[in-house]
């Protein structure tokens, strides 16, 4: 499968705990893209790469919040101190330079308890 | 700054009728604009996307959208909806360099 893949695809912590999400782009895509989709809701942005360097972050993403993508291959998304509020599906994109088309990944969904 | 409206969180049709699906939006640069598909549990599936040039762009499952700058919509449509069309349907807007923005998505069921 060449496509986005996404681990775990379901999580649940307790709420305190750190977890850690990763996602392996396309492997020719050097743009990646977090986004976190709550129940009724679109996605919404949360940060972007393109190769490892991080160039964009949404407010959203605070400070309990970490991303990185050291290689520029795949990328790992910390949530420290989890919260209930936290609980979501967590999408992983990714593009290749000069196209328009992000692909999705089955996303990880977080459960806090 | 950009957004998206999405007229209807749920539409029902019956099988064999159109589907249209409403999607308003704002930016303040040219847009692109994209339909995405989400089945349960899933990740998203591009529909179609429009860009520049003809304003009527088709997409797969025999979808298709058309841009109206005018008036700032990119509704979706389908002639005749299928079983397996029922899913969760995002409209989402774009700039040259900014992220995807998306709505709130509207849920199509498709009745026997």
């Known amino acids: 499968d060449t496509g986005v893949s996404q681990n775990p695809r379901h999580k649940i912590t307790k709420r305190g705990q750190n977890v850690t999400f990763r996602c392996d782009p396309i492997?020719?895509?050097?743009?990646l893209y977090w986004y976190r989709q709550t129940l009724g809701q679109g996605p919404e942005f949360l940060t972007y790469?393109?190769?490892?360097?991080?160039?964009?972050k949404s407010r959203l993403l605070s400070d309990r919040f970490s991303a990185e993508r050291p290689k520029g291959s795949f990328s790992t998304l910390e949530i420290q101190r989890t919260e209930q509020g936290d609980s979501a599906m967590y999408l992983c994109?990714?593009?290749?330079?000069?196209?328009?088309?992000?692909?999705f990944g089955p996303g990880t969904r977080l459960t806090v308890t | 700054a950009q957004s998206v409206t999405q007229l209807g969180s749920h539409v029902s049709v019956s099988e064999g009728a159109l589907v249209l699906l409403r999607c308003n939006y704002s930016?303040?640069?040219?847009?692109?604009l994209f339909w995405y598909v989400q089945y349960p549990n899933q990740g998203l599936q591009l529909l179609l996307k429009?860009?520049?040039?003809?304003?009527l762009v088709k997409g797969i499952n025999g979808f298709e959208a058309e841009f109206k700058k005018s008036e700032t919509s990119f509704h979706l449509t389908k002639p005749s909806a299928h079983m397996s069309d029922a899913a969760e349907y995002f409209c989402?807007?774009?700039?040259?360099?900014?992220?995807?923005?998306f709505g709130k998505g509207t849920r199509l069921s498709v009745i026997a």
């Open positions: 930016s303040s640069v040219p847009p692109y």
């Open positions: 790469f393109q190769n490892e360097a991080q160039l964009e």
């Open positions: 429009y860009t520049t040039g003809a304003t």
């Open positions: 492997s020719e895509h050097n743009r």
């Open positions: 994109a990714s593009r290749q330079g000069g196209t328009l088309e992000q692909y």
């Open positions: 989402a807007v774009r700039g040259e360099n900014t992220p995807l923005v």
